[in-house]
């Protein structure tokens, strides 16, 4: 089936500083790439829509100067949190979308110190 | 805006028994309902229904669609201890853009050896 990986799967930062989490499919290719993040015990929640060649859309409440979202290829899609704070740990998880279903990748777990 | 609405939100059952867990939802121009099991990472694909009354079997896993009650079950039968997850239902519908997915909050299942 489709694989889909995210890169670091772990990642801690002071901060202040940013993070990229890269989103790749790895045997298909993906206009459509989803950026959700999931607080523990609680549900994905849909952050933006990643859109190969084009501006990303953001869900409401999220900010978009915050949450960079960058689509850059039909593979890849990248989500760097900028100047991250404690608030922003959180697990990431990206999803691409296949021609029937969305593929999940592992998820990113970020902890800001 | 979409909405999905998952129950229980928590279940905690001893093996062998059988268990079905409910979604209902509310979603411009309805595309497909979707299952997910999800552990201690990513959610994994389980089902994807997208006409009513044709039931989905996979194992000891079963779904079905209602789109007369916009809602969906999940069985499953002689649960095990590893099938304690959050099972998580998300709908896909066209009212927007490219597909996105409403999940619920899930439920979280326990099943007790």
């Known amino acids: 089936g489709a694989v889909v990986s995210q890169h670091p799967s772990r990642v801690i930062c002071k901060s202040g500083t940013s993070v990229k989490i890269e989103c790749r499919s790895l045997?298909?290719?993906?206009?459509?790439m989803f950026w959700y993040r999931q607080f523990p015990k609680k549900s994905l929640m849909l952050m933006a829509t990643?859109?190969?060649?084009?501006?990303?859309?953001?869900e409401q409440g999220v900010e978009k100067d915050k949450f960079l979202i960058n689509h850059a290829s039909l593979t890849l899609s990248t989500l760097t949190v900028t100047s991250a704070h404690p608030e922003d740990s959180s697990f990431y998880i990206c999803?691409?979308?296949?021609?029937?279903?969305?593929?999940f990748g592992p998820g990113t777990r970020l902890t800001v110190t | 805006e979409d909405k999905v609405v998952q129950s229980p939100l928590s279940l905690v059952v001893h093996e062998g028994d059988t268990v079905t867990l409910n979604c209902s939802y509310e979603?411009?121009?309805?595309?497909?309902l979707l299952w997910y099991k999800q552990e201690k990472k990513a959610p994994t694909f389980l089902f994807m229904l997208?006409?009513?009354?044709i039931e989905k079997k996979s194992g000891r896993l079963s779904s079905i669609l209602d789109k007369k009650e916009l809602s969906s079950i999940l069985n499953i039968t002689a649960t095990q201890t590893g099938d304690s997850a959050i099972y998580l239902c998300?709908?896909?519908?066209?009212?927007?853009?490219?597909?996105?997915?409403?999940f619920g909050k899930g439920t979280l299942l326990t099943v007790n050896p």
């Open positions: 998300a709908v896909s519908g066209s009212g927007g853009s490219n597909y996105k997915l409403t």
């Open positions: 997208t006409s009513s009354g």
């Open positions: 979603v411009t121009n309805f595309r497909s």
């Open positions: 045997d298909f290719q993906a206009t459509t």
């Open positions: 999803s691409a979308r296949g021609t029937v279903e969305q593929y």
């Open positions: 990643s859109n190969e060649g084009s501006k990303a859309t953001y």
